[in-house]
C-alpha cells in the first residue's frame, strides 16, 4: 500500500523548503522515545508510570476517471498524535499533507488541541479543534470511517458553516436513563468576511473564511452542539449545532460590523437486520450572512454590489453491508449512495443556481479502518450535468 507514497521530485522539493515538516516528525518520535522512558518510572517523571503516547495516522491515493481525463494520485497523508500528560491531561496533536487541484502539496497543522478532565462528564480543552459540526466533518470526518471516496459539495471548505476553530470550550456527556446526551460548547475566533475589490473572476466576496488561525477583529465566535442518543445500544444519534459571530471584517473596515450566524441538524442511524447491517444518515446546515453593499472594481471604476447573503445544503445517504453472514468475503463488502442539494447565495459571485450530486459507492473493508473504495459521482446544475467521474480510493490506518 505504501508504495503509492514514494515521494515525487515535487514533494521531495517541497518536503526540503519546508524543513519543519520533518522537524515536526522527529519531534513527535522522540517525544514518544521520551515518554515511554517515563512510563518505566525514572526518577524524572512527575508522576512516574503515568505518562504514555500514541502516534497514529493514515494514508490515500486515488485513481479518477472522467470523459477527459484519467489519473493516479496520492491523495493524503495524515500523521496524529495523542500524549496522555497524566489522568486528567491529554494533549492531541496533528498534521496533514494534501494533494491540491494543481498538483501540489499543501502542508497544514490539522489539530493542536490540550484536554483537561474536569469530571466524568466535564473536559476543557484549548487550542486548535476540528469544529463540532455535524457529522460530515465530526463523525465521519476522518476518512477511514467514511463510505464515499468523494466529498459532499457544500460541505467542509466551500460550505455553509465552520470547520477548523482555535479557541476553547467544553465537552462531556451525561446518562439520563436508557438515552445518553452529549454536548460541546466553545468560543473561537470565528469566521472571517472575505472582500475582495478586484475582478469578478474568481472573486469571494461575501463568503466566509473558516481556515485562519488568527482573528481580525476583537469579536468572538461563540457556538457548538447539543446531541442525543435515545436508546441504550446507542444505534441512533440526532444532534443540533449553531455558531453566532457578531463581527466578521477587519478591525476598522467598513464591514468589520457584518454578522454570520450558521445552525443545521444532524442524525445518524445504524441497526442489524438478520444478517445485513443498515445505517442511514443525513445533515441540514445554513448560513445567513448580513447583507451589505460591497464595493467592486469593474475594469474602469468601483461600483457597489450586493447580494441575499443566505445559503443551505442537506445530504442524505444509505449504506448495506451484509456483515452477520459467513463468508468472510461477501461480508466485508458494503454498498452505499448519497444524495446532495447545496443551495449557495444565487447571486454571489461565488454562487449561482443550487447544485445536486449523487454518489454511489462499493467499499471492501480489509479492517475496521482499511477500505478500497469505488464510487461514481454525477454534479448537475439547473438540470445539466457538470461533472462525471468515476474514483477509486485506497486508504489505510496505522
Known sequence: MWIGFIPS??????????????LFVMGLLLYAKVINAQDTGTSNSPAPGSQSFLLT?????????SKDENSFSPETLLLMSLAKINDRLFLEGGVKMQMQGNGDFAFGL?????HYRINPWL???????P???GNVLDMFGEGFV?????SPIGFADDGMGPTDQVGFGFQGGIQTGDAKMLYDVYVANGPQLIVDEGPKEGNMTGHMDYG???DNNKNKAIGGKIGILPFSNSCLQVDVFGQYAGKTGDRGSDYENVGSSSYGADFNFYKMFSSLLVRFMGQYEATNTQNVNYKMFNGTDTANYTFNNSGNVWYLAGTLRPSGLQ???????EIGARYVDYSPPEEALWGGPPQHQLTFDLTYWFTWSSQINFGYDIISQSGAETSRQFVVRALYKF
Open 212 to 214: 485562519s488561525l488568527s
Open 131 to 133: 469544529a463540532p459540526w
Open 123 to 129: 473536559t476543557f480543552h484549548i487550542g486548535k479543534f
Open 327 to 333: 463468508n468472510k468475503y461477501i461480508r466485508n463488502i
Open 57 to 65: 495516522g493514515s494514508g490515500s491515493v486515488l485513481y479518477t476517471a
Open 9 to 22: 521530485f515535487k514533494i521531495i522539493k517541497y518536503l526540503v523548503m519546508k524543513k519543519y515538516t520533518i
Open 146 to 150: 467514511g463510505r464515499f471516496p468523494v
Open 110 to 114: 490539522e489539530v493542536l488541541n490540550l
